[in-house]
């Protein structure tokens, strides 16, 4: 049997955000067989978007319309729990715990930072949720160390581990998926699932000739970052995981400015996983919105 997986990240919604876009989406994750949405985070630009009653609206009704088709598994990025200030130089925590309470209440809706993880006969997902320090720091770099102390005293991320089904673990950042010290944790998971680099803003006549897996720039504005796009097989011992870093349905949210004219020259993009049950294959295709 094969399972199928649709990976999403970066939608970047805000009041500026086309609404048709959103319910286009929907279409095309639909428009084959779909299981699982796994949602890779940063699905809000900032957390006033959700404080806007209509804006709340159109999200919820998006994500019931979607858990009445397949099952919905949600990580969160960096943008879903802050919001900025000094012209997006600086952010803040203003997490809107109400509203992800209300999206995870919905039936068919798994909310990882607060069930933890999802398991049912094919499929095991968990995922860890940095808070916003990790990406906002006087350093502006985000802590490899952070994470490896998250992974080390917290064992719920692997006490539901079964070799017999895909396993999957979320994180927003890719950044340091593919380190030694972090992997040496989480090697026995199949699959890590990132977003948040937006492709590296490589352009797409650009992919063949830009090196694999390297991107442009950050979002903290470091050139030439590794674990920026595509699909990175990371080695431990005799174990392979494979690292999934999608491109984003946004590269440049429009309270980005003037910015966001340059969305034109980059696609909306998300993952299709294909898992086969019983060789234990899996192939991984980017499709275009």
Request: aromatic letters at 12%.
């Amino acid at each position: 049997m094969k399972i199928n997986i649709k990976q999403v990240g970066d939608i970047h919604f805000n009041d500026a955000f086309s609404k048709k876009k959103l319910y286009r989406l929907e279409n095309v994750l639909f428009s084959d067989k779909t299981d699982y949405i796994i949602f890779t985070g940063d699905i809000i630009d900032s957390c006033d978007v959700v404080k806007d009653k209509k804006l709340r609206k159109v999200l919820v009704n998006w994500f019931k319309e979607l858990s009445e088709k397949t099952h919905i598994i949600i990580e969160l990025g960096n943008h879903d729990i802050s919001k900025s200030y000094d012209n997006r130089k600086s952010w803040t925590t203003d997490n809107d715990v109400s509203f992800w309470e209300e999206i995870s209440k919905i039936n068919g809706i798994t909310f990882l930072p607060n069930d933890n993880f999802y398991k049912d006969k094919n499929i095991y997902v968990t995922g860890i949720n940095p808070s916003l320090y990790y990406y906002e720091n006087k350093n502006l770099k985000e802590s490899k160390n952070d994470i490896i102390y998250t992974l080390k005293h917290d064992n719920k991320y692997f006490s539901h581990l079964d070799s017999n089904k895909l396993n999957i673990f979320v994180c927003h950042s890719p950044i340091h998926m593919s380190d030694k010290e972090v992997i040496k944790y989480i090697h026995e998971f199949d699959l890590i699932l990132s977003g948040h680099m937006h492709n590296g803003l490589v352009l797409p006549f650009m992919e063949k000739i830009f090196p694999r897996n390297r991107g442009i720039i950050s979002p903290l504005k470091t050139f030439f970052p590794d674990n920026a796009r595509g699909i990175k097989n990371i080695k431990y011992n005799d174990k392979t995981v494979k690292l999934v870093v999608t491109g984003g349905v946004t590269k440049f949210s429009t309270s980005h400015g003037f910015v966001k004219k340059l969305n034109r020259f980059y696609p909306s993009v998300f993952e299709e996983i294909t898992y086969d049950t019983i060789d234990k294959s899996i192939k991984v295709k980017t499709l275009n919105l």
